[in-house]
């Protein structure tokens, strides 16, 4: 039977410091990727707590209105649950799981979720900004807090995250992205 638990929501800062490791291994960017690890030892299970956000919706049935679901349907959505299953077991080895777990998640975004004519970086970007949106929409700013604003910049393959102020709610509540901005 499937685990129906709804997930704890990410805090921001989780979800943006998974999301740069995410993109820093997938840029290949092996001091930046070393960097975010160490700043946050538990990234192993970060990354699997993205990965389930991720792998869940993609391998999931489908809903009644898509009518009876065939063989197929279930064997996907039961190699979601062992894939991330397995991941998180992976995870509790400790920190040097983390490029591991994060190719994984990697390799599953490109083949499932990324297009053709799509690079999985844009990818990775698209389903970042969604998942800090998430974070923010879980977890607002108290009232009165100062704004925040959220800025990931690539350089040179190198990411640098600034988060300035205490705190604030994103865009409206029916937009999905966060104020993140990519610079090239």
């Given at each position: 039977?499937?685990?129906?638990?709804?997930?704890?929501?990410?805090?921001?800062?989780?979800?943006?410091?998974?999301?740069?490791?995410?993109?820093?291994?997938q840029a290949d960017d092996v001091d930046i990727a070393r960097e975010f690890a160490g700043v946050a030892p538990q990234m192993p299970e970060l990354l699997v707590d993205?990965?389930?956000?991720?792998?869940?919706?993609?391998?999931?049935?489908?809903?009644p209105e898509a009518g009876e679901p065939c063989e197929d349907t279930f064997a996907l959505e039961a190699l979601g649950r062992v894939f991330v299953t397995s991941l998180r077991i992976w995870a509790q080895a400790g920190p040097d799981t983390a490029e591991g777990i994060a190719r994984a998640v990697i390799d599953f975004a490109q083949e499932f979720l990324t297009e053709d004519h799509e690079d999985v970086a844009d990818t990775l970007r698209q389903l970042e900004a969604v998942g800090v949106g998430q974070a923010l929409d879980a977890h607002p700013a108290p009232t009165g807090a100062h704004p925040v604003r959220?800025?990931?910049?690539?350089?040179?393959?190198?990411?640098?995250?600034?988060?300035?102020?205490a705190g604030a709610p994103h865009r409206g509540a029916t937009e999905r992205w966060a104020p993140i901005s990519h610079t090239p």
């Open positions: 039977m499937p685990d129906t638990t709804p997930l704890t929501p990410m805090t921001p800062h989780e979800a943006i410091s998974a999301f740069s490791y995410l993109r820093a291994v993205v990965a389930e956000r991720i792998v869940v919706p993609v391998t999931a049935l489908p809903g959220l800025t990931v910049v690539w350089c040179a393959l190198s990411i640098a995250v600034r988060t300035i102020g």
